[in-house]
Every structure is written in C-alpha cells, then in structure tokens.
C-alpha cells in the first residue's frame, strides 16, 4: 500500500513536470515568434492632461522617435527595437512627464506618453516668464497656447526652486494654484497674484480697484472663506470700490482701509448703525448659551454692545479701539454650511475691522 502510494505521487510530480516544460517551451517558442515577426507601425496616446496634447503632439513625438533610431515605415524585426532606449529618449523632452513603450500581439508599437500639465505662470522680478507644472518642474511657454492659469508677479529668482532659501514660498505658490485651478468662482475673480518684497501674497481681483492682503501660503481654503463672507456681506451692500485694501492674512478676521481720510467718519457711523440693526433682530432668535459664554462686549465706546447678539462675533483684540463691523452668516445650505459657499473646515466667523473714526 505505500509501495502503491509512493508511485502515485512520482507519477504526480513526473507529470507537472512535463506539463511546465510545455508551458515554458511554448512561451520561448511564442516570444522567439513575436521577435522574429516585424513592426507593422506604432500607435501613440497622450494623456495627462484635461486636453491631451495641448503643449506636446503626435508629430512632436513622431519626431522624437526618428530621431533616436525608430522607423515606422520599414518592415524591421521587432527584436531590433531597444524599447529602454527609446523610452529614454522620449523623457529627456521638458513636456514628456513618462513614456511606456511595448508591442501588442499584432506587432503595433504602442507609445503611451504623459505630458506635464502646468499649474502655474510665473513673472520674476528681472522680467523672465514661465510655466511650472505641480512638482515644480519649470516649463517653457509655448508660441502656439497660453495657457489659462494663475499668474504670480515678482517672484524673486531666475529659476523656480523647490530647494533652499525659496522652498517655502514656491510651495506656497503650487498650493495657491492648485486650489484656485479648483475653485471656478475664485478663478474667475482673482486677477494676479503679487508676491511682496516680505515674500507674503497679495491678490489683485479682476473686479473692483483693491489689493487683497493674503499673507503665506497657509490657510489657503480658510482665508478665502473669510473673503467670501466679506464680499457678500459687506461689499455687496456698500459696493467693490469702497475699500482700497482688503486683508484676509490674520486668522479670523477681515481688515479693511477705507479709501480716503474724508470718508472714515460717515462709513464708521453707517458701521455702527449696521451694528444696531442686527443686535435688534438678533434679539428675536433664541439665545445661544454657550455662545454668550465666550461673547464680550465691545470697547469702542462709540458703538452699541450687545451680549444677546448670538449670530455674530464683535470681539475685538484687546487695546483696539477699532469700530467693529459684523459679517452676516449667510443662509446654510442642506450640509449645515452657508449658501453658494464651497464645502471648507469650519471656522470662526471673521470680522471686518473698520479704521478708527477721526
């Protein structure tokens, strides 16, 4: 019985055996086909980008494989293509981010490229221009496409750098980028971005004759909330051309300077008349308990104080003498967060400080 039992096992192992060798044997024989058959063309595919090909083609490639040794047109044996080679050469081009090349069963070279998609366009303070992709990588501008896309003014170097002195504010810049490439309403209303001598940004919208303080590039998805709030709460009553600086950089705030001296005293009475209005309707909303608890009242002693006022904050920074102008909370939408607003962290509802009345 285990003379019978041992057999059966051999024969077990003789038979997988065999059965391998043929599997392998007609892989080498498939593999020595594939080799001895000939190249019938090449197809290429870009991707990478929202519109494949924007800053690199077909025929930019095409002759970028001639000229490293391929040709599409002879009838050469496939096992004569040094792929890595080629492969290579294709990824020295500046707009090339990877290439993958590779026969099919039908003896079509298959050339996937991945072109680098810029997320930027950077003006240095010599005069210089051009495009930067997420990583940083510095791409030249192209004669035939501008590309829609944030633009920073005076940045400080010659190169972009993602290395050294400058590592922290190109970061920056990549992840202010990223998000206005993601936000069209911001898109559409942020100009350009200045980068000051302090390396902070500000911003200069396409509408409306005022610079936006915006400090570092943290933050970022907070601070424009905070301009959000201002914009449909304040300038919306009071119109785009009443503040000549608007500064978003301080957390939990909105400062805004008035345009000219003459102005400062009626703009802060209508600010504490705006005050008023709401700590009356405020009163007929049912108190905030916990709200109240964390509520002073404010210093200025032009402006009326109110520790029922639950919708709003009117703390000032202590020693400021500041008029305070409360910044309504727009309608909440169904997920709990205000109306037309994108989905953010929550965070403490800002202020808009006025300059103190002459």
């Not at 391929?70 to 080679?85: G, K, N, T, V």
């Not at 404010?298 to 003498?321: I, K, R, Y």
Request: glycine letters at 6%.
């Amino acid at each position: 019985m285990a003379i019978r039992s041992h057999i059966g096992k051999i024969l077990t192992t003789v038979c997988w055996t065999i059965a391998g060798t043929a599997v392998l044997v007609l892989l080498v024989a498939a593999i020595r086909y594939r080799n001895s058959n000939t190249c019938k063309g090449w197809r290429i595919t870009i991707g990478g980008a929202t519109h494949a090909g924007t800053f690199i083609d077909r025929k930019d490639i095409t002759d970028l494989l001639l000229a490293a040794g391929a040709d599409e047109h002879q009838r050469r044996p496939i096992q004569s293509f040094d792929l890595r080679r080629l492969e290579t050469a294709l990824r020295k081009d500046i707009w090339i981010k990877d290439a993958q090349l590779f026969f099919d069963n039908n003896g079509i070279l298959q050339v996937k490229v991945y072109e680098r998609i810029p997320v930027a366009r950077i003006f240095t303070r010599e005069g210089n221009s051009f495009y930067v992709d997420s990583v940083g990588v510095q791409l030249p501008l192209q004669d035939q496409f501008a590309a829609r896309l944030p633009v920073f003014t005076d940045y400080p170097a010659a190169k972009f750098r993602m290395q050294g002195v400058d590592s922290a504010l190109s970061a920056g810049m990549l992840q202010l980028s990223v998000f206005l490439r993601s936000d069209p309403f911001w898109m559409t209303r942020i100009e350009q971005v200045d980068i000051t001598p302090q390396k902070c940004f500000e911003l200069e919208p396409a509408i409306g004759d005022h610079r936006i303080g915006f400090g570092d590039g943290r933050d970022i998805e907070a601070k424009f909330h905070r301009l959000f709030l201002f914009y449909s709460e304040v300038l919306s009553r009071v119109g785009m051309e009443k503040y000549d600086r608007i500064d978003v950089s301080y957390a939990g705030e909105v400062v805004a300077r008035q345009k000219g001296l003459s102005q400062n005293r009626i703009d802060s009475l209508r600010g504490i008349d705006n005050i008023r209005q709401m700590i009356r309707s405020a009163q007929q909303l049912q108190p905030d308990t916990l709200r109240q608890q964390h509520t002073r009242p404010l210093e200025d002693h032009n402006t009326m104080t109110e520790q029922n006022l639950t919708n709003f904050d009117l703390v000032p920074d202590a020693g400021d003498s500041s008029a305070t102008v409360p910044i309504r909370k727009p309608a909440a939408s169904s997920d709990g967060r205000p109306a037309n607003t994108p989905a953010v962290p929550h965070h403490r509802k800002p202020r808009a400080i006025l300059p103190p009345t002459p």
